[in-house]
């Protein structure tokens, strides 16, 4: 289920936090997320790219900025699955963005710790368009 994908999936000693920042497709079908949005794979693809040229910053509950650093993304459509790994099925990994962010703020480093902050949460602003259902 799409809801087991938003915890922190590693944390090294390093301060390196790894996880999904965005799951938009599982199987085959959108998920909607917690705003009740559904994000277009592409849109997605092209946010991150946005993100990783542009800005990198991790903030803390969309309110404090400064306090990581992303050092790795990585999109997961089908086609870059196949291309990275041509062994694994592409319809077996959700579709979505797979991040990792070096933590630089001692009290954020330690609600990471204690499992205060279990995961992600992608501060974006987009336009809305209706989906027939």
Do not use: C, N
């Not at 946005?50 to 306090?67: A, F, P, Q, T």
């Not at 592409?90 to 001692?106: R, S």
Request: net charge negative.
């Amino acid at each position: 289920m799409a809801g087991d994908y938003f915890r922190i999936a590693k944390v090294s000693p390093e301060r390196v936090v790894y996880g999904w920042a965005s799951v938009v497709e599982e199987a085959g079908q959108p998920i909607v997320d917690l705003q009740g949005d559904i994000i277009a794979p592409a849109e997605l693809e092209r946010a991150a790219i946005d993100y990783v040229l542009k800005s990198r910053d991790g903030g803390e509950m969309h309110e404090r900025r400064g306090v990581s650093t992303l050092v790795a993304s990585l999109v997961t459509t089908p086609e870059i699955v196949k291309a990275l790994f041509p062994a694994i099925d592409a319809t077996k990994v959700p579709v979505g963005w797979v991040v990792a962010f070096k933590i630089h703020d001692d009290a954020v480093w330690k609600a990471v710790q204690d499992g205060q902050y279990i995961g992600f949460s992608i501060h974006g602003t987009g336009q809305r368009e209706a989906v027939a259902a």
